[in-house]
């Protein structure tokens, strides 16, 4: 026997028409489910799909089919298509779970061995951490590009990905007792910094002496990391010198796909450290007079000199005769060119 409410049947009547004869078919199941199960059909979340399709077991065709139908409808309706979230996908596309399980394998062991202090080492370590547990948990290098500071959210050691379907992050998917809250942290620690303080020397000496201050570090009621940017992109460019543009440009894909790809495939720049210039605090304010290396010298020096003097003053007695003898030619001959000219 069919059960039906009103709100599932008046939904249900709508949207044929984007549907096939078959497709009506699985529509229909899908809304009977629904009002057995207590759940509304339209909108519906990709919880609610996810029950209906483990409580509704068909071949795997079948299934890809049936949430083609209701993203269709949800589609018509405009509603977000829940059978675009990721748990959907990775019930019906097995190879794509493969390849993420194998990806969280590989990523549980490189993500450790990033540097989180030291400069510019523990900056880059950081940031890429976060590239890789966001790149293994499914989301294209698009979507990392294009999230906002408030599109994540930490609950516990959990951390949820916001948007039309929101992803989770639990520790119990990674090897070890790796924390994907704990990994945002430490990249959110670095932003609160830098809208506190916006130097990326002081950033630097912090790094250095495993001093980043922690204290300051608060959530907001909802869950996202406080700043003063908390509109600004999630990954900017940073230079080799840890510095950040003005302007806040996001990250770009081809950079995000270029870091993630270099880490897989152990090509990774190592980041190596650098000397910074002294600042005039940490200089010492007792003068040291510059000390010079002791000239010996022969002791025939001078006399040396002197005889060179003599010798170049006899040499040169008679230049003063030569060019005056030169001078009167010259003028001689100035002379008999006019005298020509004027016959």
Not at 110 to 119: A, K, Q, S, T
Request: hydrophobic share 40%.
């Amino acid at each position: 026997m069919t059960i039906l409410n009103t709100e599932t049947a008046s939904t249900s009547t709508d949207f044929e028409d984007p549907l096939g004869v078959k497709d009506r078919f699985g529509w229909a199941l899908f809304t009977d489910w629904c009002a057995a199960a207590d759940r509304t059909a339209l909108p519906a979340d990709p919880v609610t799909l996810a029950q209906f399709l483990v409580e509704n077991p068909a071949a795997l065709s079948t299934q890809r089919r049936r949430i083609t139908t209701v993203n269709t409808v949800h589609h018509a309706a405009g509603h977000p298509a829940p059978g675009r979230a990721d748990t959907i996908r990775r019930i019906v596309n097995q190879r794509r779970t493969e390849r993420l399980s194998r990806l969280e394998v590989v990523v549980s062991e490189i993500i450790p061995r990033l540097p989180v202090f030291g400069w510019p080492g523990g900056l880059f370590g950081r940031r890429d951490a976060l590239l890789l547990l966001l790149a293994s948990a499914g989301l294209r290098f698009e979507q990392i590009s294009a999230l906002r500071r408030t599109s994540i959210h930490i609950h516990g050691q959990t951390l949820i990905v916001g948007g039309v379907h929101a992803i989770r992050l639990d520790p119990v998917t990674y090897r070890g007792s790796m924390s994907p809250a704990s990994i945002y942290r430490g990249w959110a620690q670095i932003l609160e910094f830098l809208d506190r303080t916006p130097s990326t020397r002081l950033l630097a000496e912090h790094l250095d002496s495993h001093t980043l201050p922690t204290s300051d570090f608060l959530s907001t009621p909802t869950g996202t990391v406080a700043g003063g940017k908390q509109s600004g992109p999630l990954f900017t460019p940073i230079d080799r010198w840890g510095h950040t543009p003005i302007a806040g440009s996001p990250l770009t894909a081809q950079s995000i796909a270029s870091i993630v790809t270099a880490h897989l495939a152990e090509t990774s720049p190592a980041h190596r450290s650098y000397s910074r210039r002294p600042r005039h605090s940490d200089m010492s304010d007792v003068y040291e007079p510059e000390v010079f290396p002791e000239i010996v010298l022969d002791d025939k020096y001078y006399e040396s000199g002197l005889e060179a003097r003599r010798a170049a003053h006899t040499a040169l007695t008679d230049v003063t005769a030569a060019l005056d003898d030169v001078e009167g030619r010259a003028d001689e001959i100035l002379r008999q060119l006019l005298a020509v000219l004027d016959a």
